[in-house]
């Protein structure tokens, strides 16, 4: 009788590590299930709100950055972004249209008129400046409706079409000139690869030009404040995903990419935006 209790202990102990086998590997499977089911996307609040892919977004904040570098309004973000939505969904496209089977890039600007090589037309800095160089160049483009300064610089075909993208380019304008505060947010999936913060440091280069920065660890620390402050901190979370962003603290808030809630209360020193990569996941 003993050995028979012994081994319904047995068969009791095995069928429950089972069944805590099965609620482990069920509970791993959620998570992993519930991750390729994220619709990644950025949304922007700032005179109403609107979405755009991860890329779309990631693009965005360099048009705008270029914008905030050369000292333009939020004003003239706005119109750069409805034109590079009409021309090319912001995203950098190698190819034109029937209506001009040259152009390319962004703003899909045609070397045949002047807007420079194949290659520099598909630089996304060289676009953006070019935009900007001859939108400056239309008397009163501040006041403009977007349509109309848009189309003084593109002369499309279709000089009405830009307006259709006036309340996403305001939006997204105003929150990555950081008009608007904690007005950007994406949501995304975890990482599948390690961040380097002098990737982001080198990225941020490139669209804002130098930012005073230094390195915590995993956290690129840059010194910045007010409007800068908000407009570098968002276009790090439009960069979340390429470049494997997990916080970004900046003004009291932080945004953090594994919560998915926004903005929230954070204790961060003023005059600073703190950008942290992820490390390498593990297997």
């Not at 904040?61 to 912001?90: C, D, F, N, Y």
């Not at 598909?122 to 900007?132: C, E, I, K, L």
């Not at 916080?247 to 809630?261: F, I, K």
């Amino acid at each position: 009788m003993a050995r028979r209790g012994s081994l319904r202990r047995w068969v009791v102990l095995l069928l429950t590590l089972v069944l805590v086998a099965g609620a482990v590997y069920t509970a791993l499977a959620f998570v992993q299930r519930s991750e390729v089911l994220i619709t990644e996307r950025c949304t922007a609040a700032g005179g109403g709100t609107a979405q755009l892919a991860t890329d779309q977004a990631a693009n965005a904040g360099l048009i705008t950055a270029v914008a905030v570098r050369r000292g333009l309004p939020a004003r003239a973000a706005s119109i750069a972004l409805a034109t590079a939505m009409q021309e090319s969904k912001i995203r950098n496209i190698g190819h034109g249209d029937q209506a001009g089977p040259d152009s390319r890039g962004l703003f899909q600007q045609r070397p045949s008129q002047g807007w420079g090589t194949t290659e520099q037309v598909m630089d996304p800095h060289h676009a953006s400046n070019a935009f900007y160089d001859a939108l400056v160049k239309v008397p009163g483009y501040q006041t403009l409706e977007i349509t109309d300064a848009a189309q003084r610089v593109q002369r499309s075909a279709y000089p009405d079409a830009y307006a259709q993208h006036e309340a996403m380019a305001r939006a997204f304008a105003s929150s990555l000139t950081g008009q608007t505060a904690a007005g950007l947010d994406c949501t995304l999936r975890d990482p599948d690869a390690a961040g380097d913060p002098a990737a982001v440091q080198e990225r941020l280069t490139s669209d804002f030009g130098a930012v005073p920065a230094s390195t915590e660890g995993r956290t690129l620390v840059l010194e910045a404040e007010g409007d800068r402050a908000w407009a570098v901190a968002q276009w790090a979370v439009a960069n979340a995903k390429a470049l494997s962003i997990t916080e970004v603290q900046t003004e009291g808030r932080s945004w953090t990419r594994q919560d998915r809630n926004g903005w929230q209360a954070s204790e961060v020193p003023a005059g600073q935006v703190r950008v942290t990569v992820a490390e390498a996941p593990t297997q």
